[in-house]
């Protein structure tokens, strides 16, 4: 069974449980923020631009903060003791260029599983996010932020729109991520 089949309600509420083993989850107590993406892609290296920002701007005891570049499996040992996941992500949601929208739990699941054409990054990130759910330990608090590209090609200055979106996107992760502490995280 997948993330993909509870999704679309084929299967019990009751079958997605997995057991809680705070073996894991104890250890890390911090929420993991990851940047994705090719920063030799001008824009598509937004998500990494954002996490290097909030690593210097974010209280150490807020969140670890790193760059997941191209994504892949071996980022799984990381999610696997997270206790919530924030990723950044530069994907085209046919927005004005700049645009900044943070997709929450099963709206991210909803959005990365989309009738669309997907990136490098994203499929490597269904992956990802579906081995941690078979491995019963997908951050229940997970959330997609999303910076809509203007320019997609070999370069790696970021457009003028991405660029000057980042302190807004880099303040939305820190009212995310603090709603997640004051609800108990």
Not at 93 to 117: K, N
Request: glycine fraction near 8%.
């Amino acid at each position: 069974m997948t993330l993909q089949a509870e999704i679309a309600g084929k299967v019990p509420a009751g079958v997605m449980e997995r057991p809680y083993r705070p073996d894991r989850r104890e250890a890390a107590r911090l929420p993991l923020v990851i940047g994705l993406g090719n920063l030799h892609l001008s824009d598509d290296g937004a998500g990494i631009h954002l996490a290097r920002e909030l690593k210097t701007t974010l209280p150490a005891d807020t969140a670890v903060c790193m760059d997941g570049g191209l994504m892949s499996l071996s980022l799984f040992s990381h999610v696997e003791s997270a206790t919530a996941l924030v990723l950044l992500h530069c994907t085209d949601m046919q927005r004005t260029p700049g645009t900044v929208e943070i997709l929450e739990g099963a709206d991210m699941d909803r959005y990365l599983r989309g009738p669309r054409t997907r990136s490098i990054q994203e499929r490597g990130l269904i992956d990802l996010l579906d081995l941690a759910w078979q491995r019963g330990c997908l951050p229940a608090r997970r959330a997609l932020v999303c910076l809509q590209p203007r320019r997609l090609e070999w370069g790696e200055a970021l457009s003028l729109p991405v660029f000057q979106a980042l302190p807004a996107a880099a303040i939305r992760v820190e009212s995310l991520l603090a709603r997640w502490q004051g609800a108990g995280n």
